[in-house]
């Protein structure tokens, strides 16, 4: 059963990404301006409050209830867990679908993440992704899907800066689930205008068995004169973008004022371009989102083909609403909606305390009998790990000691303080030293 959903995912997810128009949609930087890979919150207007969870509808008449997206963060407020639900009319409530768990480095860069799903009542591991950086840049994102116990690679996107400005040059996306020996490939070259935001994206393709690469769409950005956004900022954005997370993310408004974002084709291999899609952006007197339109080019004119609106409370986007239009005159519909729901953040009265862990992480996970429990301390201290079941009743004490600064490894056979064997599902490992706590989720299957 793992196998087969695994494989089945996969194989949709890299069709998915192989078909042009997804790529123009994906590139058009339509992400939610609160990062859920960092603390969720907006410095222009010192807002504390964070992005609990996003519930998505769609509508026939009344709104109704399809799928919830929840958020955890950890005690360094960075995002560590994304949570999805589905509706069930069964029991009248959400049921768990999928969740995935970000790690973060000693940096705070985002190191790994873990995609498990909800397979009978156990949560079973399908695939992680895996982020190496060098000097600081991030080189490379790689996905890998856990088959009878193998780790078979899916997914690599590569990125190359220029060594003399030291920006974004390129990347190449290489899909090896379909063809491991010879994978269909992507390839994106980045330019940069003055301010360091980006200006075009041109994209080229390879299909498997074919040995050289083929000129694809022109993606193209122009910005309203108040943008100050950075080089760093796009960046981040960009490279969030092939780290598919979570796919659904990419909905919630820009983060950077774009004024119109066309993407072109060519017939002649770029001797000239054409109009192929458009996304126009309307804002608010306030400069916040209020429109965002898509456009294809049919019979040389520009068509609206759907448009979303952005409603705001409290200077948060509280809802963001899709529509199509529908019958002759073209009236706009609406089809579906994510409402977004927030708490209020607690910041760390010290911020200039050093954090006393610096990695915490299972091996494997999941589970069996035997599973290595890793840990890092940046200060000598008294070690705390204990094991958790989802009613939060402490199951097992695994450490409580002194240890030394550095890198540890305890052990862990399944079972409780008592010696029984425990059941299959989901604990949470809790790490303490000091003050500062981390956690992560371990799956035991027996």
């Not at 609206?304 to 529509?323: G, H, R, V, W």
């Not at 409780?416 to 003050?435: A, R, V, W």
Request: charged content about 15%.
């Amino acid at each position: 059963m793992q196998k087969l959903i695994s494989t089945v995912f996969l194989t949709i997810f890299t069709c998915f990404l192989c078909v042009t128009p997804a790529w123009s949609q994906r590139y058009a930087h339509n992400k939610l301006s609160t990062d859920v890979l960092q603390v969720i919150s907006n410095t222009k207007h010192n807002r504390t409050s964070v992005l609990n969870s996003m519930i998505y509808q769609t509508y026939g008449g009344a709104w109704e209830d399809m799928e919830k997206y929840c958020i955890t963060y950890d005690t360094q407020g960075l995002c560590s867990i994304i949570a999805d639900s589905t509706w069930s009319y069964d029991i009248q409530g959400w049921a768990g679908n999928w969740l995935c768990n970000i790690t973060y480095n000693s940096d705070n860069k985002i190191m790994h993440s873990e995609m498990m799903y909800m397979i009978g009542d156990v949560w079973i591991s399908t695939f992680g992704t895996d982020w190496t950086y060098a000097n600081d840049d991030l080189i490379q994102i790689m996905t890998t899907s856990y088959q009878n116990g193998e780790d078979i690679l899916g997914y690599t996107v590569d990125f190359v800066y220029n060594s003399v400005v030291g920006r974004l040059d390129n990347a190449t996306e290489t899909f090896y689930t379909l063809s491991p020996s010879d994978p269909a490939k992507n390839k994106y070259y980045y330019e940069w205008d003055t301010h360091g935001r980006l200006a075009v994206v041109q994209k080229y393709y390879k299909p498997a068995n074919d040995s050289t690469w083929t000129l694809d769409l022109r993606n193209l950005y122009t910005y309203l004169p108040e943008d100050e956004s950075t080089y760093a900022e796009h960046l981040h954005n960009l490279q969030n973008s092939f780290s598919y997370i979570n796919p659904e993310y990419s909905s919630g408004y820009v983060s950077f004022l774009i004024d119109q974002n066309p993407i072109m084709f060519s017939p002649d291999s770029g001797v000239q371009w054409y109009p192929y899609f458009l996304y126009n952006y309307i804002y608010n007197p306030d400069l916040s989102l209020y429109k965002k339109q898509y456009y294809l080019t049919i019979n040389g004119s520009y068509i609206l083909q759907n448009e979303t609106k952005y409603a705001y409370q409290n200077d948060l986007l509280s809802m963001e609403i899709y529509y199509e239009p529908v019958g002759e005159n073209g009236s706009m519909f609406p089809i579906s909606r994510y409402v977004y729901e927030y708490t209020e953040s607690v910041e760390n009265d010290d911020q200039a305390t050093p954090s006393l862990i610096n990695s915490f992480s299972l091996y494997p996970n999941p589970c069996n009998q035997q599973a290595s429990v890793n840990f890092g301390i940046t200060k000598a201290n008294n070690v705390k790990i204990d094991v958790y079941n989802l009613k939060g009743q402490k199951v097992r004490s695994l450490l409580n000691g002194f240890s030394d600064l550095g890198k540890h490894k305890v052990s862990w056979d399944g079972k409780d303080d008592q010696g029984s064997n425990l059941s299959s599902g989901i604990y949470l490992l809790q790490l303490t030293s000091g003050n500062d706590v981390r956690s992560i989720k371990a799956v035991l299957v027996k």
